[in-house]
Each structure stands twice: as C-alpha cells, then as structure tokens.
C-alpha cells in the first residue's frame, strides 16, 4: 500500500514537470518577443510608406468624419519642423458648398467635388523663423506628407493639389478661406473614400542613389 502511495506521488511530481516543461517552451524569452514586435512594425511602416499614392477619384461625397480629420491632422503636427517652430495651421474642411467654391478656382483640385472633407495646410508667418522664415515650406511639407501617410493607414484617398507658389491661387484660397494675410496655403489635401483601386507607382532607381559622393 504504502509503495503504490510512492508511486502515485512519483508520477504526479512526473506529470508536473512535463506541464512546466511545455509551458517554458511555448512562452518566447522576452528578447525573442521584442524582435519579432520590432519586425513586424518595420513591415507595416514601411508598407504604409511604399503604398502611398495619389488618390483622385471618390466614392462621390462620401462624408469623412471629423475624428477622422482631427486624426489626420494630429499626424500633419507631429512632422519635424526647423528650430521646432511648427509655423503652421490647418484648415479642415467638410461643407459642401465650401469643397465646390474651392474646386471652381482650383484647375488641378477638381477631385473636390467629389471628396468628402479636405485639409488645407497653410504657413503661419506669425510663427516662422525670423532670420529664414522660408523654412515654412519645408515645416508644412513634412506635415503634408505625414497626413497622406495617416490617410493611406486609414484606408482613405487624397492627394497634394498645389497652391503656393502660384500666386493666383494662393489669393483665390485666401479669399475663400478668409485667411489672415500672415497665412498662406501651401496646398489644398482633397480627402475621401476612395472609389476603385489605385496603384502605388515603383520610384526606386538605383542611379538616383550616390554612395559617399556624387
Ligand atoms: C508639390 C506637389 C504639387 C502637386 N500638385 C498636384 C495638383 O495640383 N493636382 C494633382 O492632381 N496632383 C498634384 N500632385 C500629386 C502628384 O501629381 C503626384 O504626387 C505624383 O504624380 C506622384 O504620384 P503618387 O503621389 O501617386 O506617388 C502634387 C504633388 C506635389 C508633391
């Protein structure tokens, strides 16, 4: 009796380790965990970045939401700016009759009439840098640029329509927008759903990349 008690406990102490056993090889040690995270963020980042594309063509006025745009915007203010200055502003746009009045003035940005919202990104000069307030074109193009990567995260469509330089456009928006004269549009972002595939086009060429030096 007392023997198969021994047995019994042996067995049972036996059954215990195998169940740790398994447990310790199924959990990854933590180093194996980070790497594996890091990869995988590499992949979806640099994914988002290659399949960024110009979006033109909407599911017609298929509203975007102001959460949406708000989010759109929080990407555009996190972009690098000289000296940190972020001499910029935004101006989001969902009303109809505001998309349209831009789309007549604008011969490039006739895609508004069929986007759903549209974000104007415009240097504030109150802001710039004095010695060169130039900079805000760089600053508001960094901004640019992280929205339409959000927008493409997001699975919406947009596309850069050009404002500044061209003067006539940048008083045509100012006038629609009311802008303050220390602003300036740099561009005009047409948001929507979009309608039908658009393929990211390959820019890689190997000549365009000079090792050391030219
Ligand atoms: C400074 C700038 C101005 C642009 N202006 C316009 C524009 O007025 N209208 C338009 O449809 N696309 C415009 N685009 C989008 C370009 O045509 C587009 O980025 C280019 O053809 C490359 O295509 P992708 O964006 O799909 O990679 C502009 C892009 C940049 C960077």
């Given amino acids: 009796m007392e023997k198969k008690k021994i047995i019994t406990y042996q067995l049972i102490c036996i059954a215990l380790m195998v169940v740790v056993l398994v447990l310790a090889l199924q959990t990854p040690d933590k180093n194996e965990k980070t790497e594996s995270k890091t990869i995988s963020n590499q992949e ?10 110009s979006v033109r063509n909407f599911i ?9 745009l708000t989010t759109l915007v929080k990407a555009g203010m996190a972009a690098p700016t000289a000296v940190n200055k972020q001499p910029w502003a935004f101006v989001a746009i969902t009303e109809r009759t505001t998309l349209d ?7 490039y940005a006739k895609m508004l009439k069929e986007a759903g919202a549209a974000i104007i990104v415009c240097g504030d000069l109150t802001k710039a840098i004095e010695e060169y307030p130039e900079y805000w074109v760089q600053d508001c193009s ?3 640029e992280n929205i339409l990567l959000a927008v493409e995260v997001m ?31 740099l ?11 658009t393929m990211p ?8 990349l000079h090792w050391e030096n030219w």
């Fill in 187 to 197: 561009n005009v972002i047409p948001i929507g759903h979009p309608s039908g595939e």
């Fill in 142 to 144: 960094a901004a640019t």
């Fill in 44 to 53: 979806v980042v640099l994914s988002v970045i290659h399949n960024r594309k």
């Fill in 60 to 68: 017609p006025q298929k509203k975007v939401s102001k959460e949406n």
């Fill in 155 to 185: 699975g919406l469509g947009a596309v850069w329509t050009a404002v500044y330089p061209d003067k006539d456009r940048v008083e045509f928006v100012k006038n629609i927008l009311d802008l303050p004269e220390t602003a300036i549009p």
């Fill in 201 to 208: 086009k390959d820019k890689w060429k190997e000549e365009n």
């Fill in 101 to 107: 009045s831009l789309a007549e003035g604008l011969p």
